[in-house]
């Protein structure tokens, strides 16, 4: 490839140069400077979700999946038990995670195609008063749908459970508000909405929940509990962060205030969505989901039916392109998937319906 490509995907995304040059500076990671960094890192997110004052930012070391594993094994505590709302990949990887630390729980299990319904939730809840958290994933990129947080909230708050948020691809767009919007923990990553690089995962935990938290965690390393009271003491990581990714992250997060935050940045990616959306079908591509399910983050489109089509030789042809997309993750249909975050505007996404078609050509494939 003569160019660098641009990831379609749900993280890691494409950055500015701006972001990748924050990179070129050496830290020392228990020095003064590098320290401020982090604080100002943790203060700004914590503003961006209207959660100064209840809750603490924790950072931790690693992807989204590590924060996320994290979060549970701290805030759940061993005799706890969590529901899992489950309508993809991501839902059935926090079951999985909390079936290695040793965690019970139950599930409502959507497949591929619905969100979980508050009634829903509300019934689960009734029938099983050993539930002590309930966990959701915001947009669960795996069909791309956005699950119903708020209402959703609303039914935990009212029956004393506490609420997690896997908010890994959501965070940074979609509006995220901690004075209205009732959860203990909220959870994402720096690659995702805020444009950063892959390298550390973070959680908004209430400070009065993280608090009694001391003594939960199955591991040492995942311990949020031991690195916000050790962060709090000393403004250090516990252990070696990753440095050139945080100060990559505080740039980042500069553009995403320069650009309007979650309003100028959730405008452009619904705008990218409608542009991609509209550009597939009108090559012959259907979406999993109706429009009205549609989020801004990432679409999966079903795989053309025509036997002359396979996804290996279909990637590699848009990749030699400079174009990235992601494969499926449904359980029932072929598919595959194309994210719209990260900094990608109108050239870039006309850019790859270009492509696409290109390759249908190539692959002598008509949808129409």
Not at 173 to 196: H, M, R, W, Y
Not at 198 to 218: D, K, T
Not at 285 to 308: G, M
Request: hydrophobic share 40%; with cysteine.
């Amino acid at each position: 490839m003569n160019a660098e490509p641009y990831l379609l995907t749900p993280g890691p995304i494409t950055t500015s140069m701006t972001t990748k040059e924050a990179m070129l500076h050496d830290w020392g990671s228990w020095d003064a400077d590098f320290n401020t960094v982090t604080a100002d890192v943790r203060q700004r997110l914590l503003t961006l979700a209207n959660a100064e004052g209840s809750h603490t930012c924790v950072p931790v070391q690693g992807s989204g999946s590590f924060a996320v594993e994290a979060t549970l094994g701290t805030l759940v505590p061993r005799d706890g038990k969590v529901l899992v709302l489950m309508n993809g990949a991501y839902g059935q990887r926090i079951g999985k995670s909390l079936s290695y630390m040793g965690r019970a729980y139950s599930a409502i299990d959507k497949g591929d195609y619905a969100p979980p319904q508050p009634e829903e939730v509300q019934a689960a809840l009734d029938a099983d008063p050993a539930i002590t958290h309930v966990a959701v994933v915001f947009c669960e990129t795996s069909s791309g749908i956005l699950n119903p947080v708020a209402e959703i909230a609303e039914v935990v708050k009212a029956a004393g459970r506490n609420l997690i948020i896997d908010a890994m691809s959501a965070f940074g767009a979609l509006p995220v508000d901690a004075q209205t919007l009732p959860f203990d923990a909220l959870i994402s990553a720096a690659n995702k909405c805020i444009e950063g690089v892959p390298g550390f995962g973070y959680a908004i935990i209430r400070e009065s929940v993280l608090a009694q938290c001391e003594g939960n965690a199955h591991s040492l390393s995942l311990d949020l509990y031991d690195q916000w009271s050790y962060m709090e003491r000393t403004g250090q990581w516990r252990f070696t962060p990753p440095t050139h990714v945080v100060a990559a992250f505080q740039q980042a997060l500069n553009e995403h205030d320069t650009e309007g935050g979650c309003e100028g940045r959730l405008a452009r990616y619904s705008r990218n969505r409608d542009r991609m959306v509209a550009g597939l079908r009108s090559l012959g591509f259907r979406t999993l989901l109706d429009d009205q399910w549609l989020s801004p983050i990432i679409t999966t489109f079903f795989s053309p039916e025509d036997e002359k089509f396979d996804f290996k030789t279909f990637y590699n042809k848009l990749k030699e392109k400079n174009y990235i997309i992601y494969p499926g993750k449904l359980t029932k249909a072929e598919s595959f998937r194309i994210g719209h975050i990260g900094q990608l505007y109108d050239e870039q996404v006309d850019g790859l319906i270009d492509a696409v078609a290109a390759v249908l050509d190539e692959m002598q494939i008509s949808l129409k």
